[in-house]
């Protein structure tokens, strides 16, 4: 018991996940599910065709299917902060954006300036009255930005330049963020930054960017088909291709700074990524399901991601310090570090692989792990780094480790 204390005082610095699994709920529906929001850790919405929009209010262990007043396909839906689950706003096709302010039990819809037969993508709720709306206008062929600050009750409209259409937006400080999406032509993806009451392209890519996360006001990660990671740490001057393989993207979310998801997938198959160090390097988790995932929403140590067929799956990410010890199958310790580590593999799982990563992604080494106590050289290192363990090429546990000589 001491030792386990001991590595639990090591290990309290950081921010360890243990191997993360998902558990599919019931959701009631067969529809495609395309947004997800969660106002705390019970309340929740989901989003998909023909208008559904389903709501649980527990957790996601059951959910009920609402009434909204439209067929329109709905692409995302937002919980309004600080409403305790009972704001929430969903937006869609041919110029649809509806509003709940009693839980879902009914839904406005809102007047945007938009001409008929366009389509919103995303939706961004800031705060009680201030909200961020993008997608494609086709009195215009082009992309816009949609804007209020009553609620809904009036929108504004500014267009974008470069004639794209924007799949999602993030304002992560005042009137300022970024929009991604596709050219008219649907070849291209673009990111573009926002400032005020205008937009500027900053990042053209060869394929749709569908998605994305601002880290901070100067970080931002997006994501797209063919697999696309894009990241900038300097506002979008420049720009990092993090890709890990060619595989759709679509949904993206972050526990915190440094710790994130990203899903995707097709019709015969998804995929679920992850990353410890703010997007510069990722990881596949293993799920099985013939369909793809289309988005991510993390709230409270739960992530709940949304997809094809009905499909919400949800997994609890183990943060305190007691689930760690009880709940990780492998300790590694000290933490910090000096010129050794021991890795100890309490499973009787084979073929893993120990990998050091730098802040930068570098891999610095590798290392083969058997069962029981596993001695890892370190001399050389100095600062702090990230781990990932792998077994047949899949990760199953990743950390941070300090390392000082």
């Known amino acids: 018991m001491r030792k386990y ?24 529906t067969s529809q495609n ?13 989901a989003c998909g065709d023909d208008g559904i929009v389903i709501k649980t209010a527990n957790g996601g262990t059951s959910w009920v299917t609402l009434n909204t007043g439209t067929t329109q ?19 869609g096709d041919n110029n649809t954006v509806i509003k709940t302010t009693d839980g879902g039990s009914t839904w ?20 009680d009255l201030n909200y961020y709306a993008c997608g494609g206008d086709f009195a215009t062929n082009s992309g816009a930005v949609l804007k209020t600050a009553d609620g809904g009750m009036t929108w504004t409209k500014f267009p974008v330049p470069n004639s794209v259409f924007l799949d999602k937006i993030a304002i992560p400080a005042g009137t300022n963020g970024y929009a991604v999406g ?56 420049t720009w990092t291709d993090c890709s890990l393989n060619t595989t759709d993207l679509y949904g993206i979310g972050f526990i915190d700074q440094q710790n994130g998801f990203a899903c995707g997938g097709t019709t015969t198959g998804n995929i679920i990524l992850t990353t410890s160090n703010g997007g510069t390097t990722w990881s596949q988790i293993p799920y099985t399901f013939n369909g ?18 009905g499909r919400i799956i949800r997994s609890n990410v183990t943060t305190r310090l007691d689930e760690l010890v009880i709940q990780s199958e492998f300790l590694l310790y000290p933490n910090p570090a000096r010129d050794k580590i021991i890795v100890q593999n309490s499973t009787n799982k084979q073929l893993l692989t120990f990998r050091l990563h730098d802040v930068a992604g570098k891999r610095i080494l590798e290392s083969k792990l058997g069962t029981g106590l596993n001695e890892v050289n370190t001399s050389g290192c100095n600062g702090h780094y990230t781990y990932t363990i792998f077994q047949d090429g899949q990760c199953v546990e990743t950390g941070k480790i300090l390392i000082g000589q």
């Not at 204390?5 to 009631?28: E, Y």
């Not at 809102?110 to 705060?127: E, K, N």
């Open 5 to 28: 204390i001991l590595l639990a005082l090591w290990l309290l610095p950081f921010r360890v996940f243990a191997q993360v699994s998902f558990t599919a709920l019931t959701t009631g």
């Open 33 to 45: 599910l395309l947004g997800i929001s969660f106002a705390d850790t019970s309340t929740g919405y």
């Open 73 to 91: 396909k709905l692409w995302d839906i937002k919980c309004v902060p600080n409403s305790n689950g009972q704001k929430a706003v969903a937006v």
């Open 182 to 237: 596709t050219n008219t032509s649907f070849s291209d993806g673009a990111i573009q930054k926002i400032t005020g009451n205008s937009s500027s392209q900053i990042k053209t890519t060869g394929s749709i960017v569908t998605n994305l996360w601002c880290i901070n006001a100067t970080s931002v990660i997006a994501v797209g088909l063919a697999g696309q990671i894009w990241k900038s740490t300097d506002g979008g001057s």
């Open 108 to 127: 406005t819809a809102q007047s945007i300036p938009f001409q008929t037969g366009s389509f919103v993508f995303g939706v961004q709720c800031l705060d």
């Open 292 to 309: 793809g995932l289309q988005s991510v929403c993390i709230i409270g140590n739960r992530i709940f991601i949304a997809g094809d067929q």
